[in-house]
């Protein structure tokens, strides 16, 4: 099939949550790509009212649950900075609605993404993972 709908499967790895602390993060649930080639990451930053609001994300794989390691630069389609977001970073002349994404294509069966305010800004993010290349399609709609 040629169609994105039946090629896909989308799972919420960081349901929408405000961090503003330096230093604190939220990781998201282990997502199994048994059964699929990758996964994009969608990373939404709610309204960043200041410039101090400042966030990195860091991708982690690994062959068991239990055990996961931070992912070679070559296994990531984009990078972990551009991911994030940067000290007063200015989106169409505002800070609403930043959506930026970062893919992995690695060999492992486990990853997850952990998104780490470095500033303090109280902003709401969330992540959401959109898994392809499934060996079998149609994917199920659930």
Request: charged content about 15%; hydrophobic content about 40%; aromatic content about 4%.
């Amino acid at each position: 099939m040629q169609d994105l709908h039946n090629n896909v499967s989308a799972q919420v790895v960081i349901e929408p949550v405000a961090i503003g602390t330096t230093g604190t993060g939220q990781t998201g649930g282990v997502i199994d790509l048994q059964g699929y080639g990758g996964v994009e990451f969608i990373c939404s930053y709610g309204a960043i009212t200041t410039t101090t609001g400042v966030f990195s994300v860091i991708v982690k794989e690994g062959d068991v649950t239990g055990t996961l390691t931070s992912v070679a630069d070559a296994d990531l389609l984009g990078t972990e900075l551009l991911a994030g977001v940067a000290a007063a970073t200015r989106v169409d002349g505002s800070t609403e609605k930043v959506v930026k994404r970062i893919g992995y294509r690695g060999g492992k069966r486990y990853v997850n993404l952990t998104m780490v305010s470095l500033g303090t800004a109280g902003t709401p993010v969330s992540c959401s993972a959109v898994l392809h290349s499934p060996n079998v399609a149609p994917v199920d709609n659930p």
